[in-house]
């Protein structure tokens, strides 16, 4: 029998692939699953509007502050509901606070991520040029934002790899596996961290068969 083996064919921050040469299908593919799903990474969850004149409505301010991919520093933060402070504001191991104060005067401002200021220097926007909202002389937005470890399965604004796909390599026993990051985290980070969940899911699982009891009459 021939062992698994892979290789790394192309790595960059943002993209990785990866040859898997006899590898079941199912276990590549449940990598893929889990880089989109259960790879946690920051965003903003919670926010609150100190002011707000412009045309845009508080609820869809809050909804595009969420879609901005924030870097993360993997296994800095918890999760919220593992945090030991038992508040639900959290604290500086389970949340980060940006905050934003914008102001057009005289002309029309567009008010980008650049502008958010994190009380954590490693927690930045992955770009300092994605739009949030234009401003018209004389509007104002000042807020507060937390953001949250959270994962894909439950909301996409947590989902760190926007593109994730197993396909067919050259030959016959070849699987390639294909990793596209928003910049949260490296596209290799993603795959370490989906390897890792895949493990302690494997080992859980064998745990549970091993503590079965076989009934006696069996």
């Known amino acids: 029998m021939v062992s698994p083996s892979l290789k790394v064919v192309e790595k960059t921050n943002e993209r990785i692939v990866v040859q898997f040469n006899n590898t079941p299908r199912q276990y590549v593919n449940a990598l893929r699953r889990l880089a989109i799903s259960e790879v946690p990474t920051l965003a903003i969850d919670d926010v609150v509007i100190l002011e707000n004149s412009s045309v845009m409505h508080d609820e869809a301010l809050a909804h595009r502050l969420g879609l901005i991919p924030l870097r993360t520093d993997p296994g800095r933060f918890v999760m919220p509901h593992e945090c030991d402070c038992g508040s639900a504001l959290g604290c500086a191991k389970c949340r980060v606070l940006l905050v934003l104060d ?3 005067t005289d002309k029309t401002k567009v008010v980008t991520s650049g502008e958010l200021v994190s009380e954590d220097e490693t927690v930045k926007p992955v770009s300092k040029d994605i739009p949030i909202i234009v401003l018209a002389p004389n509007q104002k ?6 953001a949250r470890l959270g994962t894909g399965k439950s909301h996409a604004k947590w989902q760190p790899a926007p593109v994730a796909v197993v396909k067919d390599g ?5 699987i390639m596996l294909v990793i596209e990051s928003n910049g949260a985290l490296t596209a290799e980070e993603i795959l370490k961290e989906a390897a890792e969940r895949l493990h302690l899911k494997i080992k859980g699982f064998k745990q549970t068969v091993e503590s079965l009891k076989i009934p006696k009459n069996a």
Request: proline share 0%; no cysteine.
């Open 102 to 104: 914008a102001e057009a």
């Open 141 to 146: 937005l000042k807020f507060e934002a937390y």
């Open 170 to 174: 050259k030959d016959e026993n070849e």
